[in-house]
């Protein structure tokens, strides 16, 4: 059984800082990459960030320079450290894990607003 858990939203000011962290656990082999997508209200699920096992980095156009991915040693934790945040980036935020299948976690909400 694999265990994806997620930490770290909340509501935050325009402007503001949020950290968000992801923990896989369980019978998990390898993981090759994990990441943040996110949905907002109407919107389709889209990439944020990702890291791989080697340490290679993505973002999305609109949170390049904003956002920092990071992760641990064991490669089984994954950090998501936004700032400058945007009512734009108001939404659900998912931990995915890209292993021999991927795995997702359960959500959390991030909410920018005054």
């Known amino acids: 059984q694999v265990h994806i858990v997620e930490f770290g939203g909340g509501l935050v000011q325009p402007g503001g800082s949020l950290r968000l962290s992801c923990a896989a656990s369980?019978?998990?082999?390898?993981?090759?990459?994990m990441g943040w997508y996110r949905q907002a209200p109407g919107k389709q699920r889209e990439l944020v960030a990702r890291?791989?096992?080697?340490?290679?980095?993505t973002y999305a156009d609109s949170v390049r320079g904003r956002f920092t991915i990071s992760g641990d040693n064991a490669k089984t934790s994954v950090y998501l450290q936004m700032s400058s945040l945007k009512p734009g980036d108001t939404a659900v935020y998912y931990c995915?894990?890209?292993?021999?299948?991927?795995?997702w976690g359960q959500g959390t909400q991030v909410t920018v607003s005054s």
């Open positions: 890291i791989t096992s080697g340490g290679s980095t």
């Open positions: 995915y894990v890209a292993a021999t299948q991927g795995y």
């Open positions: 369980g019978s998990i082999t390898k993981i090759y990459a």
